[in-house]
């Protein structure tokens, strides 16, 4: 496989960092040129200095993290202390990081680093709200024809977790989502759909944490929320990092070409990814949605990552 150069869009997140970190640890297929922060689960200055942590963790303060949207793009932020509560903030009191957020405006940066490398070597994966992305669309729209394309997660067909449909990436900026699916760009979609196949189990956890290095040490305190999920008979999916995983072994994946339409209307369906699994509608298929994955290679793919240290 060649080695994609990859820009990280991310709202950190537990599950962000370790599809940091699975990223990261793949260096010898993935090109990290650099990490965009995004508001979401938390603040863009919370979500930044998360992503600072993480790489200081990985030993990889060379790659840069620039600061973008403090808010979505129509209302006020939304952040994931609605699904989780106050464990979204826990055990990030990871090592000091001795770099500091770049000063260009992630969108911004977006832009420059399409610009000026040829067209069709970068992906993109957005692993928090689309919001930066949409920006950089916006001001500059030819950036899509630069692409080799945009690997999200966002969605969801079956059930949301913020609404009855509305998946929580989405839900928090369903504007920016609207303007990144007609974006002329080959999409991957790992939604809910998927994701939900990826619960952290008791048994799933003690393979994430088996290896004893420095960095599960730390890992096994960000998996605190999923530890105590599982133990109480409840276990949670571990979201972002399919992503990443989707890049590095796109075999483990199940996917059909569907056209995808965001409701950003107030209501019931705000946030709504209306999927044409039937192909009803007549529209053209503007994502390839994700419908199933291999959960054991998945978690043998993590697990790997993680036992590098």
């Not at 999923?226 to 949670?236: E, I, K, Q, V």
């Not at 972002?240 to 075999?251: G, K, Y």
């Amino acid at each position: 496989m060649p080695r994609q150069s990859i820009i990280i869009d991310t709202d950190p997140g537990q599950d962000d960092a370790l599809a940091i970190l699975l990223a990261l640890a793949h260096g010898d297929a993935l090109d990290v040129l650099g990490i965009t922060a995004v508001c979401g689960n938390i603040s863009v200055s919370g979500t930044a200095a998360n992503a600072l942590k993480v790489l200081a963790l990985a030993g990889r303060e060379d790659v840069p993290v620039f600061v973008g949207s403090a808010a979505p793009l129509v209302g006020k932020l939304v952040t994931a202390d609605v699904l989780h509560g106050k464990a979204i903030t826990a055990g990030w009191d990871l090592p000091f990081s001795s770099a500091a957020p770049r000063p260009e405006f992630a969108a911004d940066w977006i832009i420059d680093t399409l610009l000026s490398r040829p067209a069709g070597t970068v992906t993109i994966c957005a692993l928090g709200p689309l919001t930066n992305i949409a920006l950089a669309l916006a001001k500059r729209p030819e950036i899509a024809d630069r692409l080799e394309g945009l690997v999200m997660m966002a969605g969801a067909s079956q059930g949301g977790n913020m609404n009855a449909v509305a998946e929580f990436n989405v839900f928090v900026d369903p504007h920016a989502a609207a303007r990144v699916f007609a974006a002329p760009v080959r999409k991957v979609v790992v939604s809910l759909d998927v994701t939900r196949k990826l619960l952290v189990t008791e048994t799933e956890l003690r393979r994430l944490t088996a290896a004893k290095n420095g960095i599960t040490a730390e890992v096994t305190k960000l998996l605190g929320l999923y530890d105590a999920c599982a133990r109480a008979g409840a276990p949670r999916a571990l979201h972002d990092p399919a992503v990443i995983a989707m890049l590095l072994a796109p075999d483990i994946f199940k996917g059909r070409e569907v056209n995808v339409e965001i409701e950003t209307a107030q209501g019931l369906t705000y946030g709504q990814t209306i999927v044409d699994v039937n192909g009803v509608t007549g529209r053209p298929a503007n994502a390839h949605w994700l419908t199933d994955v291999d959960s054991d290679a998945f978690y043998s793919l993590l697990c790997d990552a993680l036992a590098r240290g």
